[in-house]
């Protein structure tokens, strides 16, 4: 069964740093795009972040570009968000979510959520 | 980046009539391969999205037949023929022909 389990989400002030972590099982990590959607309070889905399945190749929204961070470590089937400078507006739920090739993401997480406010 | 804009935003719908969701791309869906690249998904209060369908019109496993998808180019509809009161949620089409991939503003499906 495939898991997407996040966690590292929480209150934080505007300008401060926060990382997300998501632990995957249940299908082979290393084979698949990875991607972090947020979804702000009452708002639609934002595809923040993607990362190519051997980590070399990463892709942004504008509005994050240059303070966050998409990572990957395979050996530990794991994906990271580094959150730098954030703001109000990055107040959200974010979830992990297993790309697809084309099918679809049919893969998503529970979510953390992240509150930016002082 | 690719707008997605859907219709209606509210639709409130009374169980066992059909209900229909308009999703349009400020540019083609169409990729070099005939692939049409335009899903649609289902947020229910308090959960994630999940998938119900791909490429413009196939159903996700485990997706009831009551669901479909259909269109091409720009303009895309999705079709419940008969809803039920587990339907209830917000309906977001998404294109996945470019990056960054970009969702409607989604529409919320109540029932009467």
């Known amino acids: 069964e495939v898991q997407l389990v996040e966690s590292g989400g929480g209150l934080v002030q505007p300008g401060g740093s926060l990382r997300l972590s998501c632990a995957a099982s249940?299908?082979?990590?290393?084979?698949?795009?990875m991607k972090w959607v947020r979804q702000a309070p009452g708002k639609g889905l934002e595809c923040v972040a993607n990362i190519k399945p051997d980590g070399s190749e990463t892709q942004y929204v504008d509005s994050v570009k240059g303070r966050f961070t998409i990572s990957r470590d395979n050996a530990k089937n794991s994906l990271s968000l580094q959150m730098n400078s954030l703001r109000a507006d990055d107040t959200a739920v974010y979830y992990c979510v297993r790309g697809s090739g084309g099918t679809g993401l049919g893969y998503w997480g529970q979510g953390t959520p992240v509150t930016v406010s002082s | 980046d690719i707008v997605m804009t859907q219709s209606p935003l509210s639709l409130p719908v009374t169980p066992g009539e059909p209900a229909s969701i308009s999703c349009r791309s400020s540019q083609s869906l169409l990729y070099t391969n005939g692939d049409t690249y335009l899903d649609w998904y289902l947020q229910r209060p308090g959960q994630s999205p999940q998938l119900l369908i791909y490429?413009?019109?196939i159903r996700a496993s485990g997706v009831p037949d009551r669901f479909s998808g259909s269109g091409s180019g720009t303009d895309f509809t999705l079709k419940i023929s008969r809803v039920e009161a587990e339907d209830v949620g917000v309906y977001y089409c998404?294109?996945?022909?470019?990056?960054?991939?970009?969702f409607g503003q989604g529409t919320r499906l109540d029932i009467k």
């Open positions: 249940g299908f082979t990590f290393s084979t698949y795009w």
């Open positions: 998404m294109q996945a022909v470019q990056v960054p991939i970009t």
């Open positions: 490429l413009g019109s």
